[in-house]
């Protein structure tokens, strides 16, 4: 129980610094500014500390911050609203960051996913033009379900290779609850460094996938699958090891929603069914602005299944 106390006073205490760091005034604020044109840079030595710390500590404060009580697992797509809540935070900080330092890669990376996320496409674009002009990545938590559906990856996009990442490099330890893996404490910097879109470049992917060995790219309601010429071998932190011709892959980001269906029963009771539908819109913007930016030949083929309840 002592513990359990100690751990929410230091909860309580992250929150309020990342508050405090949200409130900064932006000594780098440049309107109209064109960020095509900043050198953008990993070097934590370089940036403005409290815009780093905007991109690392803070983004994990938010993504660990309790937004679920025990109630509102009751409310029909009350999930939805929280992963938007979450979403809209993450973005916020990063714009904040880069306001303090445009130079920071770390939130120009951020926000091309969260404006992807929250479904800002032309913002998007911007920032994933910025990033991977830059040399940079953007970078996805993710669940490959045909290797471990109980670990999370790190997938990172880039000119030249979709790079995958176990959590574990950049943790060491992966706490587990009920067997599921779980994000580390903001003090774990490696990994939300990396997660930003600058992973220690000591730190070996788990495995490189060239663009030239992507064949297809197909979405999904679920999922992206990349289906790919040669096999690749994907380990997760629990030792799970598959080869793969075809990689299925949640890149995590926005969620699926009920769709509640009333008809009558042969009582003439009404009959009221829910179905779980997956964010086949979100599926359908990844799979466009990844190959806009890493196939401007127009090579990989891109197609996509049928909405509906299935992958």
């Known amino acids: 129980m002592l513990l359990f106390w100690a751990g929410m006073q230091i909860r309580a205490l992250w929150s309020t610094a990342v508050l405090l760091l949200a409130a900064l005034p932006a000594s780098a604020q440049q309107p109209g500014i064109d960020w095509r044109e900043v050198a953008l840079t990993c070097d934590r030595d370089a940036l403005d500390p409290d815009s780093y710390e905007l991109t690392t500590t803070a983004q994990a404060i938010n993504l660990l911050e309790p937004r679920y009580g025990f109630w509102d697992r009751f409310i029909i797509n009350e999930h939805v609203r929280t992963l938007r809540d979450l979403n809209l935070d993450a973005h916020a900080l990063a714009e904040r960051a880069r306001e303090r330092d445009p130079r920071n890669l770390m939130a120009h990376s951020i926000l091309g996913r969260?404006?992807?996320?929250?479904?800002?496409?032309?913002?998007?674009?911007?920032?994933?033009?910025?990033v991977l002009g830059s040399g940079g990545a953007v970078v996805f938590t993710a669940t490959l379900y045909d290797v471990d559906a109980k670990s999370y990856f790190l997938v990172a996009f880039d000119r030249d290779a979709m790079r995958i990442y176990r959590a574990g490099q950049f943790t060491g330890t992966v706490e587990r609850h009920l067997g599921m893996a779980e994000f580390p404490e903001p003090d774990a910097t490696a990994?939300?460094?990396?997660?930003?879109?600058?992973?220690?470049?000591?730190?070996?992917?788990?495995?490189?996938?060239?663009?030239?060995?992507?064949?297809?790219?197909?979405?999904?309601?679920?999922?992206?699958?990349?289906?790919?010429?040669?096999?690749?071998?994907?380990?997760?932190?629990?030792?799970?090891?598959?080869?793969?011709?075809?990689?299925?892959?949640?890149?995590?980001?926005?969620?699926?929603?009920?769709?509640?269906?009333?008809?009558?029963?042969?009582?003439?009771?009404?009959?009221?069914?829910?179905?779980?539908?997956?964010?086949?819109?979100?599926?359908?913007?990844?799979?466009?602005?990844?190959?806009?930016?890493?196939?401007?030949?127009?090579?990989?083929?891109?197609?996509?299944?049928?909405?509906?309840?299935?992958?």
């Open 114 to 130: 969260q404006y992807l996320t929250l479904g800002w496409q032309r913002a998007a674009r911007d920032a994933w033009r910025s």
């Open 191 to 311: 990994f939300y460094a990396a997660w930003a879109g600058c992973p220690d470049p000591a730190v070996a992917p788990s495995a490189t996938i060239p663009w030239s060995q992507v064949r297809e790219i197909r979405s999904g309601n679920w999922v992206l699958w990349f289906k790919l010429t040669d096999k690749v071998t994907i380990v997760s932190d629990r030792n799970k090891q598959k080869s793969l011709e075809e990689i299925k892959v949640n890149l995590h980001g926005q969620t699926g929603h009920t769709e509640l269906y009333v008809s009558p029963d042969f009582d003439g009771d009404l009959n009221v069914r829910g179905v779980g539908l997956g964010p086949y819109d979100y599926q359908r913007s990844l799979r466009d602005i990844i190959s806009e930016f890493v196939d401007p030949g127009r090579r990989i083929k891109l197609s996509s299944s049928s909405r509906g309840a299935g992958w």
